[in-house]
């Protein structure tokens, strides 16, 4: 079955970017999107068709996908995104999710 | 605006079976393809299954493949989700989530409701 990796961490200062990356064979010739999740929340849709944003998501979240990962970018990063966040792809009809990347802003 | 609330979770006994349920609003509920994803205490997301808009395609995590049945009615803006045979396992909250573009074979989920929780205990 189809597999997606992430880190399990990423810590960021205030106001950098920060780069949270989602591995997967071939990934690149698929389609991967993002979660934010915080805790004790619903999952949010950040980013979709590798790189749109759905509205009312800030400018500052943008995505890409090449080769065998997608990426996650947040610019100026906000306190208010630390979260998980999970990269999701779907292979056959079967919908695939990353383990998830916790961001830390400090 | 788009609303999503599941229903029927609870605490059940290992090997027992439990019917979950979601209600939709705020959409046109038969044209729109719906997942069931869950989340183990501490844990990631794990998608269980996708219903199509006219519910003819379903589609199964292979945790649950041949223990859980998705199904809707379109009549009624609801979907729901079977689970037999439950274990220790299947304890989660399971959320239910809208497909943005079934049509086009495109699966992300673009709305989510609160989720309902599960735990498999004796």
């Known amino acids: 079955s189809y597999e997606l990796t992430q880190p399990p961490s990423v810590s960021v200062s205030p106001g950098q970017t920060a780069t949270i990356t989602c591995s997967g064979d071939k990934l690149g010739h698929k389609y991967a999107c993002w979660y934010q999740q915080k805790p004790g929340q619903s999952p949010v849709l950040v980013i979709y068709?590798?790189?749109e944003r759905p509205s009312g998501i800030p400018e500052r979240f943008s995505g890409s996908n090449s080769g065998n990962t997608a990426t996650l970018t947040i610019s100026g990063t906000q306190a208010t995104d630390e979260a998980h966040y999970y990269c999701?792809?779907?292979?056959?009809?079967?919908?695939?999710f990353g383990g998830g990347t916790k961001l830390t802003v400090l | 605006q788009v609303q999503l609330v599941e229903s029927g979770g609870g605490v059940v006994q290992p090997g027992r079976s439990l019917r979950l349920s979601c209600a939709a609003s705020g959409f046109t509920f038969s044209t729109y393809g719906m997942h069931w994803v869950r989340q183990a205490p501490g844990k990631g997301l794990e998608w269980v299954a996708v219903?199509?808009?006219?519910?003819?395609?379903?589609y199964y995590g292979d945790s649950v493949k041949g223990r859980f049945i998705i199904s809707r009615d379109n009549s009624k803006n609801m979907m729901y989700l079977q689970m037999n045979s439950l274990t220790a396992e299947d304890t989660a909250v399971y959320f239910c989530?809208?497909?943005?573009?079934?049509?086009?074979?495109?699966?992300?989920?673009?709305?989510w409701g609160q989720g309902t929780r599960v735990t498999v205990s004796s």
């Open positions: 068709k590798d790189s």
């Open positions: 219903i199509w808009y006219d519910g003819d395609n379903k």
């Open positions: 999701q792809t779907w292979d056959s009809s079967l919908v695939v």
């Open positions: 989530a809208r497909d943005y573009d079934i049509f086009n074979g495109y699966y992300w989920l673009d709305y």
